[in-house]
């Protein structure tokens, strides 16, 4: 991401009166950095508690067949559609968590705003979780969930830095077509590593 001449001057300003800045994206860093502004990489809070303590939370789920995790937060009819072919080639139930009317109407079981113990779970005892968006991708990765990331329109680089951070970018998806993403190796014990330090 990138400001304009006019916002650099006036977001500098407006920065200068912070004695500290934090931000979760080192390209942020990168930026403030260029505007003269020191800031701090910190973790996203979905990172701050660790699997066992994010699973004490989760509620059970109990489905009788492994299920593929939909969390979408942009529309996109490709990912809707390669959602369903995956699905039916592994075998998988759909389960999306819902958050409007459209997502009623869109394949699989729709959980619509789950408490967040229902979230959690959810999440724990998927399959594989398809997503565009940067927490779910987070959360799949602390949680030691399958997971394939895709980018929306915009702030992908929230999703791109965390997949380099814990060498996950094999999970990216770029291509619709692509359906061996999936069973392309996680070094799941090498990203709880990462993910502590």
Not at 8 to 33: G, N
Not at 53 to 75: D, E, F, S, V
Request: glycine content about 6%.
């Amino acid at each position: 991401e990138s400001l304009d001449a006019d916002e650099t001057l006036e977001t500098k300003e407006l920065l200068d009166k912070y004695e500290a800045i934090s931000v979760r994206e080192q390209s942020a860093v990168d930026l403030l950095e260029s505007m003269g502004i020191k800031s701090t990489l910190i973790l996203d809070p979905t990172l701050m508690l660790d699997a066992d303590a994010w699973r004490k939370l989760a509620a059970p789920i109990k489905l009788a067949k492994p299920y593929l995790l939909i969390y979408q937060l942009n529309p996109n009819k490709q990912m809707d559609k390669y959602a369903e072919c995956l699905a039916k080639r592994k075998g998988w139930e759909i389960v999306r968590i819902g958050f409007g009317q459209s997502d009623r109407k869109k394949a699989g079981t729709c959980v619509m705003l789950p408490s967040v113990e229902k979230f959690l779970g959810l999440f724990c005892s998927a399959a594989c979780v398809l997503t565009d968006s940067f927490h779910a991708t987070s959360f799949s990765l602390n949680l030691g969930t399958d997971f394939i990331s895709v980018l929306p329109g915009r702030f992908g680089t929230r999703i791109t830095s965390i997949l380099k951070l814990t060498g996950t970018e094999n999970r990216l998806l770029t291509n619709f077509d692509d359906f061996d993403i999936v069973d392309r190796n996680i070094d799941k014990a090498m990203v709880k590593k990462l993910l502590r330090e």
